[in-house]
């Protein structure tokens, strides 16, 4: 399993992080999480192709002090073995907007509360190829 992380990023409040790779070939899952730290993640954004009895299904979460959250899922899955993906993640206020390469939206609580974070990793069964951070045309602030 691949691990991948950024330290030190300001994405705060009215940004968006764009998360473009390719999933490998036999893929489980991987995940795409923003946080402090791998014990206070705001974001899980966990696609899994066949883990745990979850087929082909996206799981959202949030870790606080190291224990795991009420788990959402979500049944869209535009992801495919060894094909290349994008992923949008808009950081309103109060909620997570994620863009899929299938057009659909799907948003997931700011469960932290905080206006910023600087952890982003990744881990899994994809390779992570271009990360942009950047202000935001279709965030709202409150």
Do not use: C
Request: aromatic share 12%; no cysteine; charged share 30%.
């Amino acid at each position: 399993m691949s691990y991948m992380e950024v330290k030190n990023i300001n994405f705060s409040t009215g940004m968006e992080l764009k998360v473009k790779g390719v999933v490998k070939p036999n893929p489980v899952r991987f995940s795409i999480n923003v946080g402090l730290t791998e014990d206070k993640i705001a974001l899980h954004f966990d696609p899994r192709f066949n883990y745990r009895g979850d087929i082909r299904t996206i799981i959202l979460d949030t870790k606080k002090d190291g224990s795991w959250q009420e788990q959402q899922k979500e049944k869209d899955f535009p992801f495919e073995a060894e094909q290349e993906f994008e992923v949008t993640i808009v950081f309103n206020l109060d909620t997570f907007d994620i863009y899929l390469s299938s057009g659909k939206m799907v948003q997931f609580p700011n469960r932290l509360g905080l206006n910023k974070y600087k952890h982003i990793f990744f881990v899994g069964d994809a390779t992570i190829q271009e990360i942009i951070v950047k202000p935001s045309g279709k965030a709202t602030k409150k």
